[in-house]
């Protein structure tokens, strides 16, 4: 028998994120600079928001320089777009957020009770059939819930550090494990009814009643949820049937010989082990009331998971220092991920130097002039998910678009709530495939699994998801969504 040949190896993500650095900074020299106008306003719900005035775009006349000077530039401005996106101002927190959060999770894992927790919940769903089928779409119901209702989605992050390890042991894969959490929030963001951060911003500029359409959009996100369940309960059961089958198989295996799994032993949970657990549950409810109540974001849900950490040390048994190197652990292990989440930021940072952002936007939304209501509202749809790529912040997106979408809707006979749906799918399904989310990557990277990996399993649902928020809005304009 002669030798296979050897398979094709995909490019280390960190790689795949600094080509598209130099694809940016190349597009820089093909499109041309330009910019709208900005104004202030206040939106109800959501403070003061930087809009853009539609009819404003103008050209950008670049600097009078030469050929030479531009292109030492260009190459600067390549190699010193990781370090920007360190310090950009919405990446910098992510950032931080995520290291803080990976010592505190390291504190709690040290403890043993996450392990006996989930050891327990294994050997129950051995036990019980129906603990093992609701197990996925109950966790997974649960975080879309906080997508739809507060807009989850940097707080899912740690959260792989538990699921993962609990697939792994139920005889699923990494895939599922980082699904649960990330996919399930991800559905609710973008099929949200509640998330001020997308549908409340966005309906604030357009004009629309805060919150109206309601209850079109909670059967959105039923049939959303019910579609991300099924497409990684499908997953799962294959998996489970033929480990081999799944695209992380090789790298799970290391992780099992590496030790990324559930202890064999201690399922037993002893008293300051239970102790940690309700603190951790208490802290969850702490944050949600917090998120919703007074409108906590990194910097206050950081905090938060920093004093559970320290807490949850000392209840532990860790004693101070014991504390503190675990902290220092988990910070340590998450280095990776918060590189990863810096240089995919330096990809916006190129485009912004480049003032080619702007132009973008406004060729898209200029091509949709004339055409019929329906298909307006789905080439609306269409525009948001190209745009999503470049500014992958829902509220940005919608500060950068509705502005001009709104006006453009009316011209179009689209209802201005129609408009809000087609900016809401369009930022909210491609979150799960784009490299430019500083979301997914940092959930990849913790879970040790290469985005192209990730992007040609979830490809295919991609397309699934796309032609079904087309339908919904062909119903939406058929309806008059109002």
């Keep these: 028998m002669t030798a296979s040949t050897p398979r094709f190896k995909a490019p280390d993500t960190t790689l795949i994120i600094f080509s598209i650095i130099v694809l ?21 719900g959501a403070g003061t928001r930087e809009v ?13 320089e030469s050929v030479g000077s531009r292109l030492i530039h ?3 401005i390549i190699f010193q777009a990781p370090i920007l996106g360190f310090v950009d101002e919405d990446a910098a927190p992510i950032i931080a957020f ?6 505190a999770f390291a504190v709690l894992q040290k403890t043993g009770a996450v392990d006996a927790a989930l050891r327990r919940l294994v050997q129950a769903s051995q036990r019980s059939r129906a603990i093992e089928l609701l197990l996925i779409p109950l966790f997974m119901a649960l975080f879309s819930l906080g997508g739809a209702v507060f807009g989850m989605a940097e707080e899912t992050i740690p959260f792989v550090l538990i699921f993962v390890p609990l697939a792994l042991a139920l ?7 980082a699904a649960i959490p990330f996919l399930g929030s991800a559905a609710g963001f973008a099929a949200a009814f509640f998330n001020p951060f997308t549908v409340g911003v966005a309906q604030g500029i357009a004009q629309v009643p805060l919150f109206s359409g309601v209850g079109f959009r909670i059967v959105l996100w039923v049939i959303t949820t019910g579609l991300m369940i099924a497409f990684v309960m499908t997953h799962a059961a294959r998996i489970r049937r033929d480990p081999t089958k799944s695209p992380t198989y090789a790298l799970d295996q290391k992780k099992r010989e590496q030790g990324f799994h559930l202890n064999e032993e201690g399922s037993t949970l002893t008293g300051p082990q239970q102790s940690v657990l309700t603190i951790f549950m208490l802290g969850i409810a702490i944050l949600v009331f917090g998120v919703l109540q007074f409108q906590w974001y990194i910097t206050e849900i950081a905090a938060l998971f920093i004093a559970l950490g320290i807490v949850m040390g000392i209840v532990g048994g860790l004693g101070a220092n014991g504390t503190a190197r675990a902290f220092m652990e988990g910070a340590k292990d998450l280095v990776a991920t918060a590189l990863i989440i810096g240089i995919a930021r330096g990809i916006l940072v190129v485009m912004q130097d480049g003032q080619i952002i702007d132009t973008i936007l406004y060729s898209l939304s200029s091509a949709l002039e004339g055409a019929g209501s329906t298909v307006a509202a789905m080439s609306m749809f269409g525009v948001q998910t190209v745009i999503n790529f470049f500014v992958p912040s829902g509220s940005g997106q919608a500060a950068l678009t509705m502005p001009l979408m709104a006006p453009l809707s009316d011209l179009l006979g689209v209802s201005r709530q129609t408009a809000v749906l087609a900016f809401q799918m369009g930022d909210g ?35 699934l998801l796309f032609f079904f928020g087309l339908m919904v809005l062909a119903v939406a304009v058929q309806i008059g969504f109002a």
């Design 24 to 44: 940016a900074a190349i597009l820089t020299w093909i499109i041309p600079a330009g910019a709208f106008q900005k104004a202030e306003i206040e939106v109800e």
């Design 52 to 64: 853009v005035v539609p009819g404003s775009y103008a050209p950008i006349e670049r600097a009078d």
């Design 74 to 76: 260009t190459v600067a």
């Design 98 to 103: 995520v290291l803080l959060i990976g010592g």
């Design 171 to 177: 005889g699923y894969d990494s895939l599922v494990g």
């Design 429 to 463: 399904f491609t979150n799960m495939i784009i490299p430019t989310s500083a979301v997914l990557m940092g959930v990849l990277t913790l879970a040790d699994i290469p985005w192209p990996t990730w992007a040609r399993w979830i490809f295919p649902f991609q397309l």
